[in-house]
């Protein structure tokens, strides 16, 4: 109400053939037995990504490590991507104890990380949001056609001094500034030689997926490799059809329903670059949480206010037929702990792209804060009102600013109703 006055008055692709090696019947028997767990609602189905990476593909299940085998179980349909482990009794930093355990430093970092992510509101910042593209982006510069030049999660959106000035990359350049400081304290000045900018990157995404209000706890893992050498350049764009989407991804080992899957966390955005004359409008009506409302406004079945902006990628894939299944289960009845769990499967996939040592990296999952199950906005009302107008006035732009730090919006409504008081 408040909000509604104030507002009036102030008014590439890279088409390639397969060349992996066949995963063998293991696989396949995984296959088969997830099916069946389809049935009970867990497991994968048709559509689900289910290829082996790196170095799992070669290794036989007698060469695996207990990390190995469960990324090798996760990857195909198998194991549980979601986990509750939490670290209890963490050393101090400084101690003997904290070298002699790989997560120890790294709870540490996590801790340092949940802080910048988490707004006073609850919901998550535009920090916590872009470290997410952030991890999509360093990952996404590998495919199979591609994978004989390197590329992947190794960090090189940040160290290799081109790839972050390229205009896809618009709006990650401060959260990449961010990386270069945690990796300046913890790699360089504290003799912590094993934190790489990869590992950083794909274990910001995971805190600050967890700390956005409803989201999954993905297990994570550290030991991946650095490398500054550009990555061949295989991102999506907002205005390529879903035909093209759906090809790029199957390229990186993910399949449709993971695609669909992964653009999820639209649900928590606010664009800028797209449409610059709507900098700041979300991609739901309740960016900061990471709720499925994004799926049912953005396929049309959800009522959806003038502020919320589509992009026309995700409403492409809300309506292709490899796609538009799944979108509407994500958006239907028990979609939420659906999605939290194939986002979380197909997360720590993308996150292991290009990686070619999986069978020696380690599962931190129990640094990361725990998960937020339920979440009640305490300024929705005021925020609907905002949705509901399109104007671009000072107020609705401070209102958009607030949300993006993940304030509560009624602060900045008294702030603006206290400067008019006194111009009176
Ligand atoms: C069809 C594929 C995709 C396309 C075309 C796409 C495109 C975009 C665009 C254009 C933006 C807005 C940037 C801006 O104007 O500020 C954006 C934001 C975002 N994307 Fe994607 N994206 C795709 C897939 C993904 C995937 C796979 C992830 C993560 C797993 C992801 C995570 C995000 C996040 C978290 C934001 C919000 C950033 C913020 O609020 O600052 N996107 N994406």
């Not at 670290?87 to 340092?112: E, F, G, H, R």
């Amino acid at each position: 109400m408040l909000v509604s006055q104030l507002l009036s008055t102030s008014v590439l692709l890279c088409t390639v053939s397969t060349v992996l090696a066949y995963p063998g019947m293991e696989m396949k028997l995984a296959k088969i037995l997830s099916r069946q767990d389809d049935a009970a609602g867990e497991g994968i189905d048709e559509g689900d990504s289910d290829e082996l990476l790196g170095d799992l593909i070669t290794l036989q299940d007698g060469q695996l490590t207990r990390v190995g085998l469960d990324i090798k179980q996760l990857l195909t349909g198998g194991s549980t991507p979601e986990s509750d482990d939490q670290y209890i009794n963490v050393p101090a930093l400084k101690s003997a104890q904290c070298k002699q355990d790989t997560c120890c430093v790294w709870k540490y970092i996590a801790d340092d990380m949940a802080k910048l992510f988490r707004g006073p509101s609850g919901r998550c910042t535009k920090w916590a949001r872009k470290a997410v593209r952030l991890g999509f982006h360093d990952a996404a510069g590998w495919s199979k056609g591609t994978a004989s030049q390197g590329g992947g999660a190794d960090g090189s959106l940040v160290l290799n001094p081109r790839e972050l000035t390229l205009a896809e990359n618009n709006g990650l350049q401060d959260i990449g500034q961010k990386m270069k400081e945690w990796y300046a304290k913890w790699h360089d000045k504290q003799g912590f030689q094993d934190i790489t900018m990869a590992d950083l990157i794909q274990m910001g995404a995971n805190v600050a997926t967890v700390v956005c209000p409803l989201g999954p706890r993905i297990k994570s893992y550290v030991g991946r490799k650095d490398s500054s050498v550009e990555n061949p350049l295989l991102l999506p764009h907002p205005s390529d059809p879903a035909d093209m989407l759906i090809e790029l991804f199957e390229n990186k080992t993910i399949r449709p329903h993971g695609l669909v899957a992964l653009v999820g966390s639209h649900t928590t955005s606010q664009q800028f670059f797209v449409d610059t004359k709507r900098a700041g409008d979300p991609q739901d009506s309740t960016p900061g949480v990471w709720d499925v409302l994004f799926y049912g406004q953005t396929q049309g079945t959800a009522p959806t206010p003038k502020r919320v902006f589509k992009f026309d990628s995700d409403v492409a894939l809300s309506k292709h037929e490899k796609t538009q299944q799944e979108w509407q289960e994500f958006a239907g009845p028990g979609g939420q702990k659906h999605w939290n769990e194939d986002y979380a499967r197909e997360y720590i996939r993308l996150s292991l792209l290009g990686v070619n040592n999986i069978n020696t990296l380690t599962e931190c999952t129990k640094v990361l804060p725990p998960a937020i199950r339920t979440y009640k906005a305490p300024d929705q009302n005021n925020l609907n009102t905002w949705l509901n107008s399109n104007s671009q006035s000072a107020l609705a732009k401070s209102l958009s600013d607030a949300i993006n730090e993940g304030e509560s919006i009624l602060n900045t409504i008294i702030t603006s109703l206290l400067g008019r008081l006194k111009s009176l």
